[in-house]
């Protein structure tokens, strides 16, 4: 029952930690990546459909993001919905390709940037102590119940702990990368 608990705890935890790596790759550096544009859904006759699906997305240079639709009748589509976007990007069209350059980050940018990332982190470790609650109200209930002892009980809150710690530090790591990644020229 102990290790079940542990092993949802740690399953849930690797979860929060995948949806902050998305939450941060939505938080774009001065350098071009195809993962930014990942949140941009298009009105595909009528349903929303991921940009994804809909053009291929290519890096031009450092700083320009090429995308390509499938259909040419879309390119207005396209430039609508990456124009609706919150990430501050002016598309221009040749023909139909969409280039979409990267505009330089200011210092204040950056340091908005940075604090956006720090508020994802933050929401993440949030994440992580509420999956470790909820896992050592399970491991109380068991005790409660008498289905265990209460060495076990001490020793399997232990363990939930060491976890959660595990993914703490990881999801520091990931924010140091990432403040890293923002405040580099």
């Avoid at 071009?32 to 031009?60: F, K, M, R």
Wanted: neutral net charge; charged residues 30%.
């Amino acid at each position: 029952m102990i290790n079940e608990i542990k092993k949802d705890a740690e399953g849930r935890m690797k979860k929060a930690l995948e949806a902050l790596s998305n939450n941060f790759n939505k938080i774009r550096t001065g350098r071009a990546h195809p993962s930014l544009l990942d949140s941009i859904q298009v009105n595909y006759y009528g349903s929303l459909t991921p940009l994804s699906q809909l053009a291929n997305i290519s890096v031009e240079d450092g700083r320009t993001l090429s995308v390509s639709p499938w259909e040419s009748n879309l390119v207005p589509e396209i430039e609508k919905a990456i124009m609706k976007s919150d990430l501050g990007l002016n598309p221009s069209t040749a023909g139909s390709v969409i280039r979409l350059p990267m505009p330089a980050l200011t210092e204040e940018t950056r340091k908005g940037f940075t604090k956006q990332a720090k508020a994802e982190a933050e929401n993440a470790r949030v994440s992580l102590r509420n999956i470790r609650r909820d896992a050592l109200a399970q491991i109380k209930g068991l005790l409660n119940d008498k289905e265990i002892g209460e060495d076990d009980d001490r020793r399997a809150q232990d363990e939930v702990q060491k976890i959660t710690d595990k993914y703490v530090a990881e999801v520091d790591q990931a924010l140091a990368a990432k403040e890293k990644d923002l405040m580099a020229i």
